[in-house]
């Protein structure tokens, strides 16, 4: 296989989209690590997490008393801590990746002005990498915020869902 040619589209779409467009790939990367890491902790581990909360309710056999409605709150807050772990995180990457487009827009329009100051008109073809260094952070940035925001609602949505079954189940137990 050759991985010299199949790298070489890539990087020339890096080098078309300026210095910026590899902060964005970064960002991206960090964030879907965060995205799978939470999916894998609510596919794998969390099922375990909520049936040691369940072991420990009811090993209790005082289920009624003022101590014991505060460990259950207890047992919730945790199950929930674990649940939205880097949920906070990943929000905060998604809302700033089309912040990071933004300043590649800016970037590739200065480069764009440089070459119309230093040419003295508006020559298309040179003007044409500044164009490029604008619209690709931009279109790369938003691609990235929306994969992003698209699990990220599904995460949350996940985390509420299995911390309302758990309480649930520990009201019935």
């Known amino acids: 296989m050759d991985f010299q040619g ?7 779409f890096l080098d078309r989209g300026g210095p910026v467009l590899l902060l964005i790939m970064a ?7 965060f995205i799978l890491e939470r999916l894998a902790y609510f596919f794998i581990a969390q099922a375990g997490d909520a049936k040691r909360a369940l072991k420990e309710w009811s090993a209790r056999s005082d289920h009624t008393s003022w101590t014991a409605h505060a460990i259950r709150d207890q047992l919730i807050s945790e199950a929930r801590q674990k649940a939205e772990h ?6 905060t990457l998604v ?7 933004l300043l590649g827009t ?19 073809r040179a003007m044409s990498a500044g164009v490029s260094r ?4 931009t279109m790369a940035g938003m691609v990235a915020a929306l994969s992003g925001l698209i699990f990220s609602n ?3 949505r996940l985390s509420k869902h299995r911390i309302n079954k758990l309480a649930d189940q520990l009201e019935l137990e």
């Open 134 to 137: 604008a619209t690709i952070p």
């Open 154 to 156: 599904q995460i949350e």
């Open 86 to 91: 880097n949920v906070e995180l990943v929000k």
């Open 27 to 33: 960002l991206t990367f960090v964030m879907w690590a």
């Open 95 to 101: 809302a700033v990746a089309p912040l990071f487009g």
């Open 106 to 124: 800016v970037t590739g329009m200065v480069s764009v002005f440089d070459v119309m100051a230093v040419a003295g008109s508006s020559d298309a």
């Open 6 to 12: 199949a790298l070489t589209p890539l990087n020339e």
